[in-house]
Nanobody, 122 residues
Framework: VQLQAFGGGLVQAGGSLRLSCSAS????????MGWFRQAPGKEREFVAA????????YYADSVKGRFTISRDNAKKMVYLQMNSLKPEDTAVYYC????????????????WGRGTLVTVSQ
């Protein structure tokens, strides 16, 4: 599966952005999907994940209550709605896919898209 994330940009603290990730291939619904991010000088970290049906979601503590992950299997899309953004959310955001069960660590994901930069100003 090939992935492409988009929707990043510059936003003021307290603002919102919605990231999207499009997927190719016929079997999108068989993949658990995740969003990860990497800030300058830091390791890539888990942000949110969603299971194959969309019925279960998981979040990093740092974004819980502010970010929402969702998916549309018919459109082969996964989304990350980000509200109440903070400067510490500034990072390159990546979407990723893995077949089967959802996980929340970077090493469990097999397919990665190019990232999209999110910059949150003070």
């Amino acid at each position: 599966v090939q992935l492409q994330a988009f929707g990043g940009g510059l936003v003021q603290a307290g603002g919102s952005l919605r990231l999207s990730c499009s997927a190719s291939g016929r079997t999108f619904s068989t993949y658990a999907m995740g969003w990860f991010r990497q800030a300058p000088g830091k390791e890539r970290e888990f942000v949110a994940a969603i299971n194959r049906s969309g019925g279960s979601t998981y979040y990093a503590d740092s974004v819980k209550g502010r970010f929402t992950i969702s998916r549309d299997n018919a459109k082969k899309m996964v989304y990350l709605q980000m509200n109440s953004l903070k400067p510490e959310d500034t990072a390159v955001y990546y979407c990723a896919a893995r077949g089967g069960t959802v996980y929340t660590d970077t090493f469990s994901y097999d397919y990665w898209g190019r990232g999209t930069l999110v910059t949150v100003s003070q």
